[in-house]
């Protein structure tokens, strides 16, 4: 491979005298051991970077246990569509692949897979038996197809009660592994949760879903209105705001204990709690002093402090969760509401958006990144519509990422920033979607009821 | 009530209440358009009143940089890979230098030199090394991601350091290393009145759980935003991922090039 000369080792090493030269000799006598040691990689931008293409074989059934059929199903489904959405992978289409699919390593034909029509560079493949005590095994693998000499990049074995949730489980696990290992240390998703708000047992509680809206169940039963929920970075508690007989306040739910746990009432109306990336706080905006304004607290309610004063309302705060040094938030001071960002003693207040309608902030796990929803033109006679938008922090420049799809809003970023929860009307009445972080691979997730205020698990 | 009383008979004058009602008319409007006038404008704070507060420079852009891969996949099922085939050396037709005039001799009938490519004395075919592969060129792959796409550019992962061969058994990690790193340099931080730099050189290690360390600036580009861009690239990175727990190494030690140039 070329690679430009370089004059500067040229020049040194032709400066090297008699006596330099007995040193690097001995230099090199007690150091061999250790350069022998060193792997060195060499490699640059100019590459170019593709999405690795994986191909993923269906799991064979390892038994003959006639529950493998409809297990089999669930977990290849799983599988493939954690894989699909992850936005690490290419997936081969399987019409490309081979007809003899391996279930073992010793089964995997590499040139059936390396060369056209495939040309996949991995191979996902696996087992699957239910036996008879109840219990179900899996087995997988992922190989390198192109390295024959060492092909094994994962191997992993699942075992669990033989059942249709346990197959989906087994191939979430199985999938963030994958995900793991080729997204560069990023945990994959396929475990995660989103917490919502749904009408649809006629109050507005809160619910909760697999990041691929299966396994939808309620978590609130107050009878009352429930909004904007907010799960703690430890996954333990869910902060949200509820009307109370005292009128709005920010109510706690344990999801060890599944109840309510106290959080004390602050008077007037109290919105929008954001946790802090520690779990140790919480930002919501309270108008207990007169105005909506940005307050914080410890976890358990004491400690309060108004971050904000100016004039106008100030609502929606939230944490760069990353650094916990700023606080992104609402503020309508200048008249429309805009993002603001401050530091997180609620100095250094910045405006982050030029004009429109922005609401809903919501930081990257990065701390790069806002995502916000933005009506850009608003206005009697402007025809703009609310869609989710991304802004680089550090540079303001912004991106559009939904486009001529309803009205979209509250985003809210995974946890490994690379998808987007949000709520549309889209699909004709409000529904939760979900979409990669660019803005393609969107699909609905909640299909009954109205569903809204979707907000991520931090893990 | 008569049965056939006459509901029609009476009848008023219409002028005058039509004139009432056209003046009444006249006067609402009139009133409407002074107060829309004179007292809209002065009110009305708060959400949708507009306001301009502090100019910011918001600017569109056409990509942000996202976690997402950055490259488009190249088309696997055809590319203008010419293979490792080499190609036969192209034949040369000798013309003559000059034409012969037609003269007295013009019966006899000239010998034609004809020179075939059997007769001409085979010429040996160009040396190609044996171990080298045409970048992203080849047909089977001859190691792990010998494909990628180049996009006109020259280079590759290589491996230096007696007996290492980390690139060749996990090439995977190589990939995640140079995509890692490739999301994490933003351009933008780069002098805008650069278009385009010699290649800068940075070294670091991977430690066993996946952390970059000892990030250094081996050869500068002379251009400092762009060194400083190269290596907060790597400063962004929190990990790569642990190293594959069957290497043996603690660490590993990576040299990555940046290329720039602003089309």
Redesign the interface.
């Known amino acids: 491979m070329d690679q430009p000369a370089r004059p500067t080792r040229q020049r040194r090493s032709g400066r090297i005298g008699k006596a330099g030269l007995a040193l690097v000799v001995l230099g090199i006598l007690f150091l061999s051991p250790a350069l022998l040691a060193q792997d060195w990689v060499k490699t640059g931008t100019s590459l170019g970077v593709e999405k690795v293409r994986l191909a993923v074989s269906d799991f064979k059934p390892s038994t003959t246990d006639p529950q493998n059929t409809a297990l089999l199903k669930t977990f290849n489904d799983t599988l493939w569509n954690d894989l699909d959405v992850s936005g690490v992978v290419e997936l081969v289409s399987k019409s490309f692949y081979p007809l003899q699919t391996p279930g073992q390593p010793p089964e995997v034909n590499f040139l059936a897979w390396n060369a056209p029509p495939p040309n996949a560079a991995m191979l996902a493949f696996g087992n699957l038996g239910a036996v008879a005590n109840g219990r179900l095994t899996v087995q997988g693998w992922l190989y390198d197809v192109k390295n024959i000499q060492s092909p094994q990049i994962l191997g992993k074995q699942y075992g669990d009660a033989a059942s249709d949730a346990a197959a989906r489980v087994m191939a979430h696990k199985f999938a963030d592994e994958i995900i793991l290992r080729l997204g560069g240390g990023i945990a994959g998703i396929a475990e995660s949760q989103i917490y919502f708000v749904s009408d649809r047992t006629g109050h507005k509680e809160v619910w909760a879903m697999d990041y691929d809206g299966s396994n939808q169940h309620q978590i609130t039963r107050l009878g009352s209105i429930a909004l904007s929920p907010r799960i703690s970075p430890d996954g333990s508690r869910i902060a949200f705001s509820a009307l109370t007989k005292t009128g709005w306040e920010i109510m706690m739910y344990s999801l060890d204990l599944n109840r309510l746990v106290s959080f004390p009432h602050m008077g007037g109306t109290n919105l929008s709690p954001a946790w802090s990336g520690d779990g140790t706080k919480l930002a919501f905006s309270s108008s207990r002093g007169g105005d909506p304004e940005i307050y914080v607290a410890d976890a358990s309610g004491g400690n309060l402090h108004r971050m904000t004063t100016a004039k106008g309302p100030d609502v929606s705060p939230v944490w760069n969760r990353k650094t916990n040094a700023q606080i992104a938030f609402v503020s309508g001071r200048t008249g429309l509401p805009q993002i603001y960002a401050m530091e997180a003693d609620g100095t250094n207040q910045q405006r982050m958006t030029d004009q429109g309608y922005a609401v809903s902030p919501n930081w990257s796990p990065n701390g790069q990144f806002l995502t916000l929803a933005w009506v850009r033109k608003y206005g009697p006679g402007e025809p703009g519509s609310s869609d989710i938008y991304l802004m680089d922090i550090a540079s303001k420049q912004w991106v559009q990422l939904t486009h001529d799809g309803g009205r979209n809003d509250f985003p809210s970023w995974s946890p490994d920033g690379r998808h987007i929860v949000f709520q549309s009307n889209r699909s004709g009445s409000l529904e939760i979607w979900s979409m990669l972080a660019d803005g393609t691979k969107v699909q609905q997730l909640t299909f009954s009821g109205r569903n809204t205020q979707p907000n991520w698990s931090w893990k | 009530m008569a049965a056939n009383a006459e509901i029609y008979f009476e009848h008023d004058g219409w002028g005058r209440a039509l004139a009432w009602s056209a003046g009444l008319h006249v006067a609402i409007t009139a009133a409407l358009l002074l107060y829309s006038a004179l007292f809209y404008r002065t009110s009305g704070?708060?959400?949708?009143?507009?306001?301009?507060?502090?100019?910011?420079?918001?600017?569109?852009?056409?990509?942000?940089?996202?976690?997402?891969?950055?490259?488009q996949?190249?088309n696997?099922?055809a590319n203008e890979s010419k293979g490792l085939t080499q190609s036969q050396p192209k034949i040369e037709e000798k013309v003559a230098d000059a034409i012969e005039i037609q003269g007295k001799n013009a019966k006899v009938k000239p010998k034609k030199k004809q020179e075939t490519a059997s007769k001409e004395k085979p010429q040996p075919a160009p040396e190609e090394e044996t171990n080298q592969v045409a970048?992203g060129e080849g047909g089977?792959?001859s190691g792990?991601?010998g494909t990628?796409?180049?996009?006109g550019?020259?280079?590759?992962?290589?491996?230096?350091?007696?007996?290492?061969?980390?690139?060749?058994?996990y090439?995977?990690y190589?990939?995640?290393?140079?995509?890692?790193?490739?999301e994490n340099?933003l351009k933008?931080e780069i002098d805008p009145r650069i278009t385009t730099a010699?290649?800068v050189y940075i070294t670091f290690d991977v430690v066993r759980d996946?952390h970059p360390m000892n990030v250094q600036v081996e050869?500068s580009s002379g251009v400092p935003s762009l060194d400083i861009s190269a290596k907060r690239a790597l400063e962004?990175i929190?990990?790569?991922?642990?190293l594959?727990p069957d290497y043996s190494?603690n660490k590993?030690?990576?040299?990555?090039?940046?290329?720039y140039s602003r089309k």
């Open positions: 704070e708060g959400w949708g009143a507009g306001g301009g507060g502090e100019a910011i420079g918001a600017t569109l852009v056409s990509t942000v940089p996202l976690p997402a891969n950055p490259a996949a190249q696997v099922l970048f089977p792959v792990p991601y990628f796409s180049a996009a550019a020259k280079g590759g992962f290589g491996i230096t350091g007696g007996g290492g061969d980390f690139g060749t058994k090439a995977w190589v990939r995640v290393i140079q995509q890692k790193v490739a340099w933008y010699q290649r996946g050869q962004r929190d990990t790569f991922g642990a594959p190494g590993i030690s990576v040299e990555f090039w940046f290329d």
